[in-house]
T-cell receptor, first 116, second 115 residues
Framework: NAGVTQTPKFQVLKTGQSMTLQCAQD?????MSWYRQDPGMGLRLIHY???????DQGEVPNGYNVSRSTTEDFPLRLLSAAPSQTSVYFC???????????????FGPGTRLLVL | GDSVTQMEGPVTLSEEAFLTINCTYT??????LFWYVQYPGEGLQLLLK?????DKGSNKGFEATYRKETTSFHLEKGSVQVSDSAVYFC??????????????FGQGTRLTINP
């Protein structure tokens, strides 16, 4: 049981380039989400999904796209990278129980992104 | 909107010292509350949680009590070890998201324990 996996671990991009951050989980969790972590700001929610084919925006969605074609995978796409997107990105998953947010989220190891 | 405020760090203690990391929150209704820990180079791991007022979460010697009257969820440990050195995040999950979980995090507190 690998849990939540993310690739790559580290990436350097030039301004304007695009890329996809991969996230996969093997726990059959319905709920998946992406956060970014910036110094002194904790983690902020980018996008989330409550199941295959269903996605929604979080707190800081601009410049990012997501899709959810399978239960296991939830890729995050940067359409045109900007220096402001330099950050550490975490993917997370949890059960979706309808109990108002009480489920534990499981986080991946993160992707460190540097945009020059 | 919903928010979490944590004690500013970094915090440096000697081994076997008593630890308190303060956490207060602002939220509508009755959120669930969490402490997550991030060890160097790793992702976040759930340390403990509480889902209703007066609940006490505990794990690995750490404890936190959900105090609705003071909107607080302070993390405590009676005797810290070098291996507790990490960044600790307090977070809440609003109840109105109907099963979807939108974690709102504090800024994190870096803890260093010296032998």
């Amino acid at each position: 049981n690998a849990g939540v996996t993310q690739t790559p671990k580290f990436q350097v991009l030039k301004t304007g380039q695009s890329m996809t951050l991969q996230c996969a989980q093997d726990m059959n969790h319905e709920y998946m989400s992406w956060y970014r972590q910036d110094p002194g700001m904790g983690l902020r929610l980018i996008h989330y999904s409550v199941g295959a084919g269903i996605t929604d925006q979080g707190e800081v969605p601009n410049g990012y796209n997501v899709s959810r074609s399978t239960t296991e995978d939830f890729p995050l796409r940067l359409l045109s990278a900007a220096p402001s997107q330099t950050s550490v990105y975490f993917c997370a998953s949890s059960r979706y129980s309808g109990t108002g947010g009480r489920e534990t989220q499981y986080f991946g190891p993160g992707t460190r992104l540097l945009v020059l | 909107g919903d928010s979490v405020t944590q004690m500013e760090g970094p915090v440096t203690l000697s081994e076997e010292a008593f630890l308190t990391i303060n956490c207060t929150y602002t939220a509508t209704g009755y959120p669930s509350l969490f402490w997550y820990v991030q060890y160097p180079g790793e992702g976040l791991q759930l340390l403990l949680k509480a889902t209703k007022a007066d609940d006490k979460g505990s794990n690995k010697g750490f404890e936190a009590t959900y105090r609705k009257e003071t909107t607080s969820f302070h993390l405590e440990k009676g005797s810290v070890q070098v291996s507790d050195s990490a960044v600790y995040f307090c977070a809440l999950s609003p109840p109105y998201f109907q099963g979807a979980q939108k974690l709102v995090f504090g800024q994190g507190t870096r803890l260093t324990i010296n032998p």
